[in-house]
T-cell receptor, first 108, second 114 residues
Framework: SQQGEEDPQALSIQEGENATMNCSYK?????LQWYRQNSGRGLVHLIL?????REKHSGRLRVTLDTSKKSSSLLITASRAADTASYFC????????FGTGTSLTVIP | GAGVSQTPSNKVTEKGKYVELRCDPI?????LYWYRQSLGQGPEFLIY????????DSGLPNDRFFAVRPEGSVSTLKIQRTERGDSAVYLC????????????FGPGTRLTVL
């Protein structure tokens, strides 16, 4: 399987706290993307960071990319109960594959 | 259309039967993807179309799985002689141009093989 690896597998935090999830991969990339999936639904694209970028922001989301370590992190600041979902990284290069996901629970 | 649609939303079949799953991508999107997702796992790539042709079918698990996109829009994933291990959510996605673009996902078809 070509899946990337994410950690933690599951994360539970209080509303208002920050959530950080990490993704590691093995291949060379053109870009790395993060997606969100609510239970029983399809995936929704959150943010894309290109291989020549190191950090990107979108609203309460902050993504970093370290191509030397083949890793990325997604930070959600000031979390809300509505952020409860599974989050997946997706590695785009010669192939396109998803990570194993982090299940985030934000407790009101 | 407004988004990617998939039909049926749920499919229950018996072991050994043939099933077809349909995907309607966003109008104008040339790239279309099929994934399979088991509970608690990330989506597993099956096949990628660019236009009418399968640009990468390396994820199809065996020759019981086949997909077509004859006119470059709607796609059908076909599974022959279904097995219980085929039970999963089958996701379809489309993107505007190429494989490393943002992908737009449908809600999925939940396949249960009894």
């Amino acid at each position: 399987s070509q899946q990337g690896e994410e950690d933690p597998q599951a994360l539970s935090i209080q509303e208002g706290e920050n959530a950080t999830m990490n993704c590691s991969y093995k291949t060379s990339i053109n870009n790395l993307q993060w997606y969100r999936q609510n239970s029983g639904r399809g995936l929704v694209h959150l943010i894309l960071i290109r291989s020549n970028e190191r950090e990107k922001h979108s609203g309460r989301l902050r993504v970093t990319l370290d191509t030397s370590k083949k890793s990325s992190s997604l930070l959600i600041t000031a979390s809300r109960a509505a952020d409860t979902a599974s989050y997946f990284c997706a590695v785009a290069g010669n192939q396109f594959y998803f990570g194993t996901g982090t299940s985030l629970t934000v407790i009101p | 259309g407004a988004g990617v649609s998939q039909t049926p939303s749920n499919k229950v079949t018996e072991k050994g039967k043939y099933v077809e799953l349909r995907c309607d991508p966003i109008s104008g999107h040339t790239a279309l993807y099929w994934y399979r997702q088991s509970l608690g796992q990330g989506p597993e790539f099956l096949i990628y179309f660019q236009g009418t042709g399968a640009a990468d079918d390396s994820g199809l698990p065996n020759d019981r799985f086949f997909a077509v996109r004859p006119e470059g829009s709607v796609s059908t994933l076909k599974i022959q002689r279904t097995e219980r291990g085929d039970s999963a959510v089958y996701l379809c996605a489309s993107s505007l141009i190429k494989r490393d673009s943002e992908q737009f996902f449908g809600p999925g078809t939940r396949l249960t093989v009894l």
